[in-house]
DNA sequence: ATGGGACCTGGAGCGCACTCCAGGTCAAGC
DNA sequence: GCTTGACCTGGAGTGCGCTCCAGGTCCCAT
C-alpha cells in the first residue's frame, strides 16, 4: 500500500511545478545546480523528491538574485554532505543580508517614484487644462505657458547650485 | 553675484554623483534616456539641472529594474512637454504596481531562505560534531549516521507524494 | 505500421546592459 | 613646447542566463 505511489517526478511535471522551461531545467543540472538526475531506461530524467527540494530552494535563490555561479558552489556544498551545514549557513545568511539591504533600496527608490508621482499629480491639480480628456476636444489651443521645467521635484541633495 | 556660480557639471562630476561610468553616462545618451546634452567649444559635455534631475530619476527607475526601452519612451514623454504629464503619470504607477509585487515576492523568498537557515540551525543543535569547530581536531572521525536527506524543510506544498 | 508526444543530445544563438578600446582633441600647468 | 588628464568618437566585445534548434529515441494508442 505504500509501495506502489509514484516515487519520481518527470520533467514536464517539474517544469511545470516550478513554473521553468524543460531548457532551463537541463540548463541548471549542466551548470551543477542539481546534482546528475536518475534516469529512465529510455534515457528520460527521473526527478526525485531531493531534486524536488533542492530546486524549490534554487527557484527561492535565482528568484533574489543570486548567481549562477554561487547556486553551483552551494550545490556543491549540499552534494559534500552533512559536515558542509555550517558554511550553507553562512552562505544563505550572507545572501540574506544583501537581500534586506536590496529591498531596502527597493523601498527607497519606490519612495522617490512616489514623490515624482505625487509631484505630477499636483502639476494637474494646478492646470487642470494637461488633464487628459476622453477624446479630441481642446478647451483651449494650449498656449503653452512657459513650460514646466520639473525642477525642484526629487532633488533631495545640495548639488542644484543657481542657474545663471 | 548670481550669474557667476557654475550652471553646469562636467561627466566627471555627473558619472561620480550618480555612481555612473562615463561609458554608462554616454550609453544612456545614444539610447535616448537623456536629450542630447549641451556641449563646451571643446566638445566635451556640460550636464545642466534638467539632465541632473532626469537622470535622478533615470537613476530610481533603473535600480527598480525598468528596462531601458521603457525609460527611453519615458524620456521621449519628458522631452514632448507638460501635456504628457498624465501618461507619465500612468508609466511611474504602472511600474510602482509591479516593484509593490516584486518586493512581495522577494520578501516570500526572503521568508523561506530564513526557514531554511533555522532549520539547518536545528540540525546543528541536534548534531553539534557538524558544528565548525576553530581548527583541525577531530572528535570523532565522523562516522557518518546515514546522512540526512534535508526533505521536509521547504516543503510547503502538498505536491510531496510517499516514496517506496 | 504509423503517428504523435514527451523527451534526449550537443551546440549555436540571443537580448540585455553595459564595458572596453584605439586613436584623437583640447586646456592647463610646468 | 610638452606633458598630463579629462574627455571625445565609433564600434567591437563581454558576461549572464537562458533559449532555440536539428536530428534522434522511445513508447503508447489507433
Same mark, same amino acid.
Given at each position: 500500500?505504500? +509501495?506502489?505511489?509514484?516515487?519520481? !517526478? =518527470? ?6 511545478? !516550478? ?22 531506461? $529510455? ?10 527540494? &533542492? &530546486? *524549490? ?11 549562477? $555561479? ?12 552533512? *559536515? ?7 552562505? &544563505?545568511? $550572507? *545572501? /540574506? ?7 531596502? /533600496? ?8 512616489? *514623490? @515624482? ?7 494637474? +491639480?494646478?492646470?487642470?487644462? &494637461? ?5 479630441? +476636444?481642446?478647451? =483651449?489651443? =494650449? ?5 514646466? +521645467? ?5 532633488? =533631495?541633495?545640495?548639488?542644484? @547650485?543657481?542657474?545663471?
Amino acid at each position: 500500500m505504500l +509501495s506502489h505511489m509514484k516515487d519520481y !517526478f =518527470t520533467p514536464g511535471e517539474i517544469a511545470a511545478r !516550478f513554473d521553468l522551461t524543460l531548457d532551463t531545467l537541463r540548463y541548471y543540472e549542466k551548470a551543477g545546480l542539481l546534482r546528475r538526475v536518475d534516469r529512465a531506461p $529510455s534515457g528520460h530524467r527521473r526527478y526525485r523528491a531531493d531534486d524536488v527540494e &533542492l &530546486l *524549490h530552494l534554487v527557484r527561492c535563490l535565482r528568484d533574489t538574485d543570486m548567481p549562477i $555561479s554561487r547556486l553551483r558552489e552551494f550545490a556543491e556544498l549540499v552534494r559534500d554532505g552533512d *559536515h558542509t551545514i555550517p558554511e550553507r549557513v553562512e552562505v &544563505l545568511q $550572507s *545572501h /540574506q543580508h544583501r537581500l534586506s539591504a536590496h529591498i531596502d /533600496q527597493l523601498r527607497e527608490r519606490q519612495e522617490a517614484i512616489r *514623490h @515624482k508621482i505625487d509631484y505630477y499629480l499636483g502639476v494637474l +491639480s494646478d492646470r487642470p487644462e &494637461l488633464t487628459r480628456r476622453p477624446e479630441g +476636444s481642446e478647451d =483651449t489651443p =494650449t498656449p503653452a505657458p512657459a513650460a514646466l +521645467s520639473d525642477t525642484a521635484a526629487l532633488m =533631495t541633495d545640495s548639488t542644484v @547650485k543657481e542657474n545663471a
